[in-house]
């Protein structure tokens, strides 16, 4: 493979990737960018999207990240279907090598790899994983009309998933380990009320079943306790809504915080090591939408044309 030397090397391709491209390409720093394992990202598994400014009619997500693609690769960026494998951050230029074998030289970087939902770990997940298991009510609940599903969590994203798949399924149970819900009050709230959704607490998930479909989960309530309780439940979907993981193993030397995201000098998007910058999911334990990963892959690639007017090789 020919070796390849960038002046920004942007891994990852979500709304993040894609703006930095976008930006540093209409700068004239020609980036390379890598799509990863799942082009386009975590909008490529939605629906519609509804709340992208622009769009009043809404958009398909991955419609909206074909679009985010192509006015990238209009301005010039170099886009290429493939993995990062490792990265040396050691010192400048940085090494990379991609999952082809080219092996890239870059004066900077964007980290652009966004988080991945996190899932209890049970076999049993990926027996199942799309015949019944998902991490994404929005993208697979319509699969899931007049049936009956479980969520499992008890945070926002949790709530939000069991009352949106209220609005689909015939029954929705809430698995949660605790004996309360983390969500924000409102949202417990409106889970609390709603006659569809039939909240367990104290209660954790140890298998799942079904022939070849997910036909059911096997729970067990008060676990460790004199009043431990194992029973069954049938259901066609079984949800995880369990927290996200950021995607950051490529990159040890990189400084992240106690949940494992990229810690940024706030408000720009550089890194602990100079001519290394963060964007998107990767960086935001907090808003986690596409708009506000759009909006940092923006600075991001506004900070490495500022970074490498002061830092020439
Ligand atoms: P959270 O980390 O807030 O919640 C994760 C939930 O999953 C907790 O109830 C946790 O239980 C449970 N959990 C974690 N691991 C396991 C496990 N192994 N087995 C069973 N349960 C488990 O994640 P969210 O994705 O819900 O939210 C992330 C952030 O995004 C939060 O700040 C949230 O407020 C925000 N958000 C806001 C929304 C909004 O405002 N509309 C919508 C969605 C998210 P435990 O409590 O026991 O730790």
């Known amino acids: 493979m020919t070796p390849v030397n960038t002046r920004c090397l942007i891994i990852g391709s979500g709304p993040a990737g894609f703006t930095a491209a976008i930006y540093a390409s209409r700068a004239n720093i020609a980036p390379l960018l890598y799509e990863g394992h799942q082009p386009g990202g975590q909008l490529t598994t939605t629906t519609e999207v509804e709340n992208f400014p622009g769009y009043p009619e809404g958009i398909q997500g991955p419609q909206l990240m074909e679009d985010l693609r192509k006015q990238a690769l209009r301005f010039g960026a170099d886009i290429r279907t493939g993995v990062i494998t490792s990265v040396d951050l050691s010192s400048r230029p940085f090494k990379a090598v991609a999952s082809d074998g080219t092996e890239i030289t870059a004066e900077s970087i964007i980290i652009s790899t966004g988080a991945s939902a996190r899932y209890l770990g049970l076999p049993d997940e990926k027996k199942y994983q799309g015949l019944g298991v998902s991490a994404c009510a929005t993208c697979d609940g319509f699969f899931y009309r007049n049936k009956r599903v479980a969520v499992v969590g008890g945070g926002d994203t949790a709530c ?6 209220s609005g689909l399924a015939s029954d929705v149970f809430l698995i949660v380990r605790k004996p309360h819900l983390r969500a924000s009050k409102v949202m417990q709230q409106r889970v609390l009320d709603n006659p569809k959704i039939k909240v367990l607490f104290n209660t954790n998930t140890t298998g799942l079943f079904g022939e070849e479909y997910l036909e059911g989960a096997h729970l067990v309530e008060n676990v460790g306790t004199e009043n431990e309780q194992h029973f069954d439940i049938a259901i066609d979907g079984f949800f995880l ?73």
């Open 241 to 313: 809504a369990i927290g996200h993981q950021p995607n950051t193993k490529l990159f040890p030397g990189v400084a992240t915080d106690e949940q494992g995201y990229i810690v940024t000098d706030l408000p720009t998007t550089a890194t602990n090591i100079p001519g290394v910058f963060a964007a998107g999911d990767v960086a935001d334990p907090v808003y986690r939408q596409a708009i506000t990963a759009a909006a940092s892959g923006c600075r991001a690639a506004l900070d490495v044309e500022r970074f490498l007017m002061a830092n020439p090789l």
């Open 160 to 165: 939000e998933e069991a009352l949106y798949l």
